[in-house]
Structures are given as structure tokens and as C-alpha cells.
């Protein structure tokens, strides 16, 4: 018997969620940008949860649901100002190297070349939110949005 | 109708009619990969992702020919439409297709477990591939093997057979694909172990997948080895749906019936005592239905704590099912243990001690169509002292890679009898075999005991069929019963569903996790969807019995033998330590946390 442990305010607000779409299979991807919305991201207790009121397989929620990627800009404008800083301090910070994902599932590090903004260089984007003139010192404050 | 050609061959389709589906209507072969359909059975898996069914549609619904190819499989007829399936554009991108699966591919052809019944590799032959031109990254994943599947997500082609299977089909949700892109792979939630997932085991994806990317764990060696020790006495026992199976993987046409042959091929292997399964579905008969009659009676008695139907639990891909989806209900299944696991425990103990055996020394193999039956076999309270009462369980396709390396054709066997005393049988045991199957053998012989009067006929055929989820009424002398009967997971969901709603009432209900019953087994040679195979299976299986001199298993003499000597009476004190069992919650439960 497996047991899944969210607090009490936790479990009501996901029901409330899912009721308010008719607990219906095909709404599960709105059900989770509500949830994610209020809590910031979907850890495996909550999933499983969405599942069971939505009655559908929890593998088929985890196919739906992907970690935060976080991919830092090293194009020319963004690599002169000093991404590569922003990218070290991610990778210590997540313990992780560039392509992997952090073993709570939660954040992806990848890289990619302009996106675009390089008048905001040195740039990240988390989901797809941009984070403009990052610094080493910022990465901190910008994972704790997702925490 | 519409009127559509293809391959200059004119015909009339109904509209809706894939490319596909008309060509085959016409008797056109086109190579398929990924699409999968088990007719009959309500199982069509057309996700259009191969490409290797890709037609050049030479004229389209505007008279003007289609610039790109069509896939045959989810490209819909229309009226007019001229298909080429074999023109040298089409085999030419059709060869590109499997070339490209193939440099994602391990070609390990030679020690992969599905090699010889591999559909790309078929593919691969058939086109005449030679080399793979492109060379680049392969996606790596690591490999996982429960007690009953393997899978080594490497082979995988993404056909998503396997989880349309466990999704639709089964309803047991354990796969589906994740990640995106070149990332992308079928895996339980969280990329969990298939042991940690709601997997019951039934090894249906293992059945439908067309390369090596799920196989069923292999024994084979295990058994070689405990044969060769010649301080273990290895007796073997053979389920009712093995002996119908085992011939096509010997070139005979499916539904021939070796019984006798496997009995002499088994001895050939070295096997001490060559026993028969069917011998203690007689006793599983004898078990649940003295239950069945005692919560009847106990219920028409008006004793409303009595949980009605009763549901089979010889399955045990239907008992994880159960355990894992209907944990309110662990107290309607039958307490008696599956067959197999009857055998185990009469074999350790009554023969073993008959013998004067000592049960280390006792190496207990059983040859079934299932890949649940694995994973049963290693369930803990089938232990003792550290011991199973069931050491080995060989699928019917590793029997038949045994016996093919003994250099023995089991066309070329003599048909010889099982050994006795626990290979004797009855008609009502080999049905087991086929859907309708158990709750038919018990029905003969709850009839006669709860009646006293013989029963007026052996066949009910009101049982019998290939519809998912059936029912009917058997008039027991005035009583009426209402039997239910579901194969395939889904439907078994449904029809409990049902029961637990209370919309409908049942006395009995008969559950097989695989479609078709256990000739359908995950454990039986490859049917490549061809339902065909399984319809004459189960047509062997009722041959089989309506040819045994005796069909009500409490006819069975060593049977009776066995309560006068051994158990004394059925469900009685002994039965209840030996012949029954308990089950799990094995469901997710939500708890308050903070």
C-alpha cells in the first residue's frame, strides 16, 4: 500500500481544481497550469493525486508534466557579458552539468544561442519566462521563485 | 461503398475504410511496423508514426495525384482514389524508414530474446537491407526487469503498442511515453521500476510488442541447472492452455492439441515426474466451489455479511489487478489459491512427504502461458522456510527453446500419459484454458452438489465465447444463479465496476486478465495479432475436453483419493492451510500530512 502525504489545504485545493473542471480526463493539462500556478511546480504526491481524481494512469500525467528547463543564452552579445558566470553558478547551485536534470525532477540546464534579447545580455529563461541582465549573485533569487 | 483502386485492382469499400484496410480487403500485402490490430478484440493501435505502411496515392479526391506518400494505416479512402503500394518511389522510401529506425537501433540480432519473431527484423529481411547508411547518436536507456518482463528500452521503435495495450485494453496504466524528441521513452510514472508501478504483470505489452524491447524473463537455465543436480528430484506441471499452444512452434497449425507429445518431450528433458496442472484446477473446482455454495447458502439463509458473486482468482494477473484497483473488494475474490499454486503446495508437502522427499530437495517447474504466473510463483506467502512451493515457471515459449535444444520436433513424439498420482484429470480442468472456462467447471459440479441430482448436461455453451464481458443464468434445479464472465482487463473493470454501483447482481463472476482467456496468455507463442490463433485454441481446448472419459472434477478419482487420504474435506481445515490464500491493498492511498 503506497501512501500519498500532502497537507490538508493541499489536497483540498487540488480536489476543489479538479472538480471545477468535472474531474474530467481531458482537462488534466488545465487542471495542471491551475495547480502549478498556485504552487509553483508539481511534485510526484501532487500528480498522483490529479491522477486518482481525474481517474486516469499517473504515468499518463507524468508523460504530460516536464521539469522547469532553465537554458541560458550563450550567444556572442550574452557570452561577452558574462553568461558563462550565470551558467557556472547554475550548475553548482543545481548540481548538475549542462543536459541533465536535478534528481527531484524539478529543473533542466541547457544551453542555446540568442534568443533574441541581447539587449537584456546576459539572458536565461526558466519555462518560458526571460530573466534579463543576470548575474551570478541573481541565480539564487530566481530558483527561489520556483521553490 | 466507394470505389477505390489499388494496385490497378478495382474495389468497393465502405466509406471509412482505411488504405490499409481496403488493400488487405484485396488481398494486397502492405508492411506494417507499428500498426498492430487484434480483431475481434477491440484493439486497433494506429498512432501513424512508422511510416513503413507509406502508399504513393496517384490519384487523389481532386483527380490530381498527392505530392507527398500517404501511411496506408491512417489514410482514409475516397471515392476514385488510385493507390500504388509497391512502386519503386514507395520501397525506396520505405527501405529509408526502416534504415533510419535501424541506426537508432542495437543490432544485437543474434542473443536478442525476440530474434526469429522480431517484426523489423522481418522488416529488415524483407526489404533486403544490407547496410544501414546513417550513423549518428542512439538513445540509451537502462534496463529493468520485474519478475516477469525485461524491458530494454533501447529496441523500442516508439510504436506505443505496448502502451496502448496496458492503457485501453488492460486499464492497468503502468506505461506511457515520456519525454520529449530523441528523449522520448515508454516508461511507468516517475520512471519508476515496472515492480514499483501498478503493473500487474500480465505481460500483454510483451505479447503485442514487435521487437525485443519487452521480453519475458528467462528461466530456462535455472531449470537446465537444477535438472543437472542429481541430488533434486524436478517434477514439472503443464497448464490446460499450454497444450494447445505448443505446437505452433513447431510448424503445426495453431489449435493442434500435443498434450501426449509435451508429456514425452518433458521426460526427454530429464524431468523426474512429469504431473499435470489440470489435476489441481480439479481441486481449485473442488476449493471455490464448496466456497461458492457455502456464501449461496449462507446468503439464502439470510445472512446479508456475505459478500456476493464470488470472483475466480486464478488468475494472477486479475489478483494483482484487484489488489491494485479494487481494495475495497479484497474480500469478494475466492480465497483458494490458483492452480499452480495448489500444485505447489500439495506437491511439497503431500507427495514430497509420500515420496519421503525432503523438500529442499524437491525442485517444483511449472510450464504455463503466462507471464504473471513469475511473478505469483515469488510471491511471499507462497514461501516456507525461505522455500517456494513453486521453484521455476516456463512460459510456453521456453519450453519450446528447450525442447528444440534437446534437438527433439515434438511432431516426432510419441503421445505418452502423465504421471500419476497428480496428473490425473478431468474435461472441467482443461477448460480452465479458455474464457467461460472456470466458472463452466465449476457450474458442473456445484450443480451436482448443491442439487444432489446429476446434472442434465456437461456443455453449457451459454458460457462460452469470445464477447468481453458476458452473462448468464444457469438454473441450478429451481434456484437460478446469475454467472458473469470478463476477459481483458477493461472489461473486468467495468462488469466491477458495475457490481460495486449495484447495478447489477451476480452469484459468480469469472475474470481472465488476458483477452481470450489464458490461450491467449502472454506467455504463448507470438500470435502477431492474428485472433484467428487464438479463436482455435480455444476450439482445441473444448475438443480436449468433450475427449476425456470423464468432465466433472469431482469425478476425478485421485482427487477423491487425495480428500480421503490427505485434506479430509473440501475447504476444511487442512485445504484452508495448503489450498488458501489471503490478498493486499496494493492501492495509493491519500494521506494528511502536516
Known amino acids: 500500500m503506497a501512501v500519498i502525504k500532502l497537507s490538508e489545504a493541499k489536497i483540498n485545493f487540488i480536489k476543489d481544481v479538479c472538480k471545477s473542471y468535472g474531474n474530467k480526463p481531458g482537462e488534466v493539462i488545465n487542471v495542471l497550469h491551475k495547480v502549478q500556478g498556485e504552487y509553483g511546480y508539481l511534485p510526484a504526491e501532487v500528480q498522483e493525486?490529479?491522477?486518482?481524481?481525474?481517474?486516469?494512469?499517473?504515468?499518463?500525467?507524468?508523460?504530460?508534466?516536464?521539469?522547469?528547463?532553465?537554458?541560458?543564452?550563450?550567444?556572442?552579445?550574452?557570452?561577452v557579458r558574462g553568461a558563462e558566470k550565470v551558467l557556472d553558478e547554475l550548475k553548482r547551485q543545481l548540481g548538475i552539468n549542462v543536459g541533465e536534470v536535478t534528481p527531484d525532477g524539478k529543473f533542466s540546464l541547457t544551453c542555446l544561442r540568442c534568443v533574441g534579447a541581447c539587449g537584456l545580455a546576459p539572458v536565461i529563461e526558466v519555462g518560458d519566462k526571460v530573466y534579463g541582465r543576470m548575474t551570478p549573485d541573481r541565480v539564487k533569487d530566481v530558483l527561489a521563485e520556483y521553490k | 461503398m466507394i470505389n477505390v483502386t489499388i494496385d490497378n485492382k478495382q474495389i468497393q469499400v465502405p466509406e471509412g475504410t482505411t488504405i490499409l484496410k481496403a488493400a488487405r480487403?484485396?488481398?494486397?500485402?502492405?508492411?506494417?511496423?507499428?500498426?498492430?490490430?487484434?480483431?475481434?478484440?477491440?484493439?486497433?493501435?494506429?498512432?501513424g508514426g512508422c511510416r513503413v505502411c507509406v502508399v504513393e496515392v496517384v490519384k487523389d479526391f481532386n483527380g490530381r495525384p498527392r505530392r507527398n506518400l500517404a501511411p496506408a494505416c491512417a489514410t482514409d479512402c475516397v471515392e476514385g482514389m488510385e493507390v500504388l503500394t509497391h512502386s519503386a518511389r514507395v520501397i525506396n522510401a520505405r527501405r529509408t524508414v526502416v534504415e533510419l529506425i535501424l541506426s537508432d537501433h542495437p543490432a544485437d540480432c543474434l542473443t536478442c530474446a525476440k530474434s526469429g519473431n522480431c517484426e523489423l527484423q522481418s522488416l529488415a529481411q524483407y526489404l533486403g537491407i544490407r547496410e544501414i547508411p546513417f550513423k549518428g547518436e542512439q538513445s540509451h536507456y537502462r534496463q529493468d526487469m520485474s519478475p516477469s518482463i525485461v524491458r530494454d528500452m533501447d529496441k523500442c521503435v516508439m510504436c506505443?503498442?505496448?502502451?496502448?495495450?496496458?492503457?485501453?485494453?488492460?486499464?492497468?496504466?503502468?506505461?506511457?511515453?515520456?519525454?520529449?524528441?530523441?528523449?522520448?521513452?515508454?516508461?511507468?510514472?516517475?520512471?519508476?521500476?515496472?515492480?514499483?508501478?501498478?503493473?500487474?504483470?500480465?505481460?500483454?505489452?510483451?505479447?503485442?510488442?514487435?521487437?525485443?524491447?519487452?521480453?519475458?524473463?528467462?528461466?530456462?537455465?535455472?531449470?537446465?541447472?537444477?535438472?543437472?543436480?542429481?541430488?533434486?528430484?524436478?517434477?514439472v506441471n503443464t497448464a490446460p492452455a499450454t497444450r494447445v499452444a505448443l505446437g505452433e512452434e513447431f510448424g503445426m497449425p495453431a489449435g493442434t492439441i500435443v498434450t501426449g507429445q509435451m508429456a514425452a518431450a518433458l521426460r526427454r528433458l530429464g524431468f523426474d515426474y512429469v504431473f499435470d496442472t489440470d489435476f489441481t484446477a480439479d481441486l481449485t473446482i473442488m476449493e471455490e466451489g464448496t466456497e461458492l455454495l457455502g456464501r449461496i447458502k449462507k446468503f439464502m439463509a439470510g445472512d446479508?455479511?456475505?459478500?456476493?458473486?464470488?470472483?475466480?482468482?486464478?488468475?494472477?494477473?486479475?489478483?494483482?489487478?484487484?489488489?491494485?484497483?479494487?481494495?475495497?473488494?479484497?474480500?469478494?475474490?475466492?480465497?483458494?489459491?490458483?492452480?499452480?499454486?495448489?500444485?505447489?503446495?500439495?506437491?511439497?508437502?503431500?507427495?514430497?512427504?509420500?515420496?519421503?522427499?525432503?523438500?529442499?530437495?524437491?525442485?517444483?517447474?511449472?510450464?504455463?502461458?503466462?507471464?504473471?504466473?513469475?511473478?505469483?510463483?515469488?510471491?511471499?506467502?507462497?514461501?516456507?522456510?525461505?522455500?517456494?512451493?513453486?521453484?521455476?515457471?516456463?512460459?510456453?515459449?521456453?519450453?519450446?527453446?528447450?525442447?528444440?535444444?534437446?534437438?527433439?520436433?515434438?511432431k516426432d513424439m510419441p503421445s505418452e500419459d502423465y504421471d500419476d498420482?497428480?496428473?490425473?484429470?478431468?474435461?472441467?480442468?482443461?477448460?480452465?484454458?479458455?474464457?467461460?472456462?472456470?466458472?463452466?467447471?465449476?457450474t458442473r459440479t456445484a450443480y451436482e452438489v448443491f442439487t444432489g441430482k446429476q446434472c442434465p448436461k456437461i456443455d453449457f455453451t451459454e458460457l462460452r465465447g469470445m464477447e468481453g464481458i458476458r452473462d448468464a443464468w444457469v438454473d441450478f434445479d429451481g434456484t437460478p444463479i446469475h454467472i458473469g464472465i470478463a476477459h481483458g482487463l477493461s472489461n473486468a473493470r467495468t462488469l466491477l465496476e458495475r457490481v460495486r454501483e449495484g447495478k447489477e447482481q451476480f452469484h459468480a463472476i469469472e475474470v481472465m486478465a488476458c483477452p481470450g482467456g489464458c490461450v491467449g496468455g502472454a506467455g504463448q507463442p507470438y500470435h502477431h495479432g492474428n485472433s484467428e490463433i487464438i479463436k482455435k485454441r480455444t476450439e482445441a481446448i473444448y475438443r480436449e475436453d468433450a475427449g476425456k472419459p470423464i468432465r466433472k472434477s469431482h469425478e476425478n478419482p485421485s482427487i477423491i483419493k487425495l480428500y480421503k487420504e490427505y485434506l479430509g474435506e473440501p475447504c476444511g481445515h487442512l485445504s484452508h492451510e495448503l489450498l488458501h490464500t489471503h490478498y493486499f491493498d496494493k492501492s495509493e492511498h491519500v494521506e494528511i500530512s502536516e
Not at chain 2, 486499464?171 to 506511457?176: E, I, K, P, Q, R
Not at chain 2, 498420482?421 to 465449476?442: R, W, Y
Open chain 2, 25 to 47: 480487403m484485396a488481398g494486397i500485402h502492405i508492411p506494417t511496423l507499428c500498426y498492430f490490430e487484434l480483431a475481434g478484440m477491440k484493439f486497433e493501435n494506429k498512432p
Open chain 1, 49 to 79: 493525486l490529479v491522477a486518482k481524481e481525474l481517474g486516469i494512469p499517473v504515468s499518463r500525467v507524468y508523460g504530460i508534466v516536464g521539469e522547469y528547463p532553465i537554458s541560458v543564452c550563450l550567444g556572442t552579445a550574452c557570452y
Open chain 2, 160 to 235: 506505443r503498442r505496448c502502451e496502448n495495450m496496458c492503457n485501453n485494453i488492460q486499464t492497468v496504466g503502468a506505461l506511457s511515453a515520456i519525454n520529449r524528441g530523441f528523449s522520448a521513452v515508454v516508461a511507468p510514472a516517475f520512471e519508476q521500476d515496472l515492480v514499483d508501478s501498478p503493473c500487474v504483470m500480465c505481460g500483454q505489452c510483451v505479447q503485442v510488442c514487435p521487437v525485443g524491447a519487452l521480453s519475458e524473463v528467462d528461466d530456462t537455465r535455472n531449470v537446465m541447472a537444477a535438472i543437472n543436480n542429481p541430488k533434486k528430484t524436478v517434477i
Open chain 2, 421 to 442: 498420482p497428480l496428473g490425473e484429470s478431468t474435461g472441467a480442468a482443461v477448460i480452465f484454458g479458455a474464457t467461460g472456462g472456470v466458472i463452466e467447471a465449476a
Open chain 2, 304 to 410: 446479508k455479511s456475505v459478500r456476493l458473486p464470488i470472483l475466480t482468482s486464478c488468475c494472477p494477473g486479475w489478483v494483482n489487478f484487484f489488489e491494485h484497483n479494487f481494495p475495497d473488494m479484497l474480500d469478494v475474490p475466492s480465497t483458494a489459491k490458483s492452480p499452480m499454486q495448489m500444485f505447489g503446495a500439495i506437491a511439497k508437502n503431500y507427495w514430497a512427504e509420500k515420496m519421503g522427499i525432503k523438500r529442499e530437495d524437491l525442485v517444483v517447474v511449472s510450464i504455463m502461458p503466462c507471464l504473471a504466473k513469475k511473478y505469483e510463483s515469488k510471491r511471499k506467502e507462497f514461501y516456507k522456510d525461505g522455500n517456494p512451493d513453486i521453484d521455476y515457471v516456463l512460459t510456453t515459449r521456453e519450453l519450446a527453446r528447450l525442447i528444440k535444444q534437446f534437438n527433439l520436433n515434438l
